[in-house]
Structure formats: C-alpha cells, structure tokens
C-alpha cells in the first residue's frame, strides 16, 4: 500500500486541478455570456462572426460587417448595420472614400467632431476647448466636416452628427485605435 500512495495523492492533485482549470473555464464562459436582458460592456467572445459567416456562405473570400446600436444625444436609438462581401470592397473604387475618410484625418477635426459627439452643439462652446485654434479655424474644420458628411448645420453656428453618421464614425474611430 506504500506504492500506491505517492500515486494516490498525485491523482488527488490532478484532480484539484482539472476541477480549478474547469472552474476557470466556466467564469470565462459565463462572463463572456451575458444573462438574458442583462448588459455587458465588453463581450469578449465572437457572436457577430458565426452569422455573417452563414450570411456569406456562397462568398468565396468572404465579407465584413460593422454593426452599432447606441443612444444619441437626444435620447433616441440609433442602430446601423453594413455588410459587403469582401471582392465587393476590393473591387469598388476606393478614391472615392478619400475626401471623407481625410476630413477625419486630422487631430482638430478629430476633437471637434469628438465634443460634438459629447454633447457640444454650438461654436461658442468649442471656441473654449483648448488648443483648437481661432473661431475662423474651427469654422474652417467643421465646414470640411459637414462637407464630407460627418456633420450637419442645425442653426447659425449649431452642429451635430447626423444620426445616420453616428455609428459609422464610432466604427471608423473603433477600427483606427491599435
């Protein structure tokens, strides 16, 4: 029985184990899956994939997908989806992205159109962000940002992002971190 020991508490320890690894995995699981109606902030595990992968089934190199559902500053639902199969994008014209995606292209514009996302709506309150420039300046970026579609006027000195925009510049800004 003395040779069956030092076998017996190895096996106790691969136990203790197995069971702390399959614990692990099961807080992994449940963390990554939501409750029904309850809200995650960051899902790690892939739920949009599976479905455009059977949306594109006949698609031979496959396609992309962008998706948002976000409340705007009014108080109302904004939800956009795009999908295009992958020799769709390739094949389009992409110089015609230029002069909206440049618009963004900028730090200035970039900060503006990021209060506007805040909650600023008007040019006097932009004029008081640090380090944007003169109000002929800011005037300057937010028309090369209405330009491009990025923004829209809604009275004398008063802009906004277009609901239709919305989730579209979160996923540009999204998709250009590292």
Do not use: C, N
Not at 29 to 52: F, R
């Amino acid at each position: 029985m003395g040779d069956l020991a030092p076998s017996w508490d190895a096996l106790v320890g691969q136990v203790a184990e197995v069971s702390r690894r399959l614990s692990e995995l099961e807080e992994r699981v449940q963390s990554a899956t939501p409750e029904p109606g309850a809200e995650a902030a960051s899902i790690e595990a892939y739920w949009a994939l599976p479905k455009l992968r059977e949306r594109l089934q006949e698609v031979a190199r496959g396609g992309v997908i962008f998706t948002g559902s976000v409340v705007g500053l009014d108080g109302e639902l904004v939800e956009w989806e795009r999908s295009e199969a992958t020799e769709s994008v390739l094949s389009s014209d992409w110089s015609e992205a230029a002069d909206t995606l440049g618009a963004l292209g900028h730090p200035v514009r970039l900060r503006l159109i990021q209060a506007l996302a805040g909650g600023r709506t008007a040019v006097t309150e932009l004029v008081e962000l640090e380090g944007l420039g003169t109000t002929g300046q800011i005037y300057h970026h937010l028309r090369q940002l209405v330009s491009a579609g990025w923004l829209e006027t809604t009275g004398r000195g008063q802009y906004q992002i277009p609901p239709s925009r919305l989730v579209p510049l979160l996923v540009v800004v999204t998709g250009a971190r590292r």
